[in-house]
């Protein structure tokens, strides 16, 4: 069973200062890309200039940052070109803040979106917007440096975030098969179980497209969207 966002609730959910929303949705671009230029060699990657910085990820072990550049021929204000024309110019990268070093560790990618690192830190998880699936690439053991599908999705993925328990919760930008007729509700975001399954569904109102879907104790799910001045905060139903 999934958590329900009743379409009644959106006008009295928890609402925190605008800047909180900031904060956690335009870090992917903007304070990644503050951080990642302190060192002016590291304003491109394999000579390629970024141009679309998107999700991140940092081992709070080492401090290495983990980020993806979801395209090297779109800007994120054409975010919806990535899509459309199926580029696959998409990296995933890795900066040493200690060394300045940054490192490209796959290229070629479609549309790479947002990324968690594992519990133990063998590998990250990467949603492909465009193609509606998660990725696993190795960064230790021997798969490492190989990436691998991990999980179909029903919807667009934007952002992914550990939920604690081994897997993660993935906003969904909006449903593979949505139209404007039927439901008044569509998937706002899925959680996948350590082993790439679907364990979990949150529903709300067409008119919510989170891009961040975070959990917390008690079992509360903090949703931020790029299209909302405030930050939802719902109760997960248990599994």
């Known amino acids: 069973m999934g958590a329900v966002l009743g379409t009644g609730r959106v006008g009295t959910l928890t609402r925190v200062a605008l800047t909180i929303v900031v904060f956690l949705l335009l870090l992917p671009s903007h304070a990644l890309a503050a951080a990642v230029a302190?060192?002016?060699s590291a304003t491109l990657a394999d000579g390629v200039p970024f141009k679309f910085t998107n999700g991140v990820d940092v081992n709070q072990v080492t401090g290495e940052v983990y980020f993806t550049d979801s395209s090297t021929r779109f800007q994120r204000s054409?975010?919806?070109r990535v899509t459309a024309?199926?580029?696959?110019?998409?990296?995933?990268?890795?900066y040493d803040p200690t060394t300045g070093y940054l490192d490209?560790?796959?290229s070629g990618m479609t549309y790479p979106n947002g990324l968690a690192l594992s519990a133990d830190r063998s590998h990250l998880v990467v949603a492909l917007t465009g193609p509606c699936k998660l990725v696993r690439h190795w960064i230790e053991g021997p798969k490492a440096g190989t990436s691998e599908p991990f999980a179909e999705l029903p919807g667009y993925p934007d952002n992914v975030r550990p939920d604690g328990k081994g897997g993660y919760w993935v906003a969904l930008h909006r449903e593979k098969t949505e139209t404007p007729y039927g439901s008044d509700t569509h998937l706002l975001a899925v959680r996948i179980g350590r082993k790439g399954k679907i364990l979990q569904e949150l529903r709300g109102p067409k008119n919510v497209r989170p891009t961040e879907v975070i959990e917390r104790g008690g079992g509360k799910l903090y949703l931020g969207s790029v299209e909302l001045g405030?930050?939802?905060?719902?109760?997960?139903?248990a599994t």
Not at 87 to 93: A, K, Q, V, Y
Request: hydrophobic share 35%; proline share 0%; net charge positive.
């Open 78 to 80: 054409q975010h919806e």
């Open 38 to 40: 302190k060192d002016t």
């Open 104 to 106: 490209v560790l796959q």
């Open 85 to 94: 024309t199926g580029d696959s110019t998409g990296r995933l990268m890795k």
């Open 230 to 237: 405030h930050v939802a905060v719902v109760k997960a139903s």
